[in-house]
């Protein structure tokens, strides 16, 4: 299937809808690592996401990648506590401050936990 063993495996939460979010979900989890995306529509999603990709030179010229994915939710509360990556993804950049405020409840604050953003 494509999918190799991490040097760490990981629980990794995509949240958002946005072009990106289903391009990034899908590369973490063939990469081995546990996956969630959360978003304000999980009705609009499938566990299984994927995207088609159009540069013969990226991926090995893959046309199609595909994963299912472990979890799709509006609930902060069922993703964000056991999340060691969280990546911001797609979202127009202004909506962050809310959407940090809305995970900062949720984050263990005993552990390392990784922040990011994409477009």
Same mark, same amino acid.
């Given at each position: =299937? ?5 040097? $760490? &495996? ?8 946005? !072009?990106?979010?289903?391009?990034? @979900? @899908? *590369?973490? &989890? *063939? +990469?081995?690592?546990?996956? +969630?995306?959360?978003? $304000? ?13 159009? =540069?013969?030179?990226?991926? =090995?010229?893959?046309? /199609?990648?595909? @994963?299912?994915?472990? *979890? ?8 964000? #506590?056991?999340? %060691? ?6 979202? #127009?950049?202004?909506? !962050? #401050? @809310?959407? *940090? &405020? ?5 984050? %263990? $604050?005993?552990? /390392? ?7």
């Amino acid at each position: =299937d494509g999918s190799a063993a991490p040097a $760490r &495996k990981m629980y990794v939460t995509v949240v958002g809808g946005g !072009n990106s979010t289903p391009i990034f @979900a @899908a *590369l973490a &989890k *063939l +990469a081995g690592h546990d996956v +969630a995306v959360l978003t $304000r529509k999980p009705e609009s999603w499938s566990k299984t996401i994927g995207f088609v990709n159009e =540069d013969s030179g990226y991926l =090995d010229g893959q046309e /199609k990648l595909e @994963a299912e994915i472990d *979890l799709v939710t509006s609930d902060p509360a069922e993703c964000i #506590p056991q999340s %060691d990556m969280i990546f911001i993804a797609g979202l #127009p950049i202004h909506h !962050n #401050p @809310a959407v *940090l &405020k809305s995970i900062a409840p949720h984050l %263990d $604050r005993e552990k /390392k936990v990784f922040v990011g953003s994409i477009c």
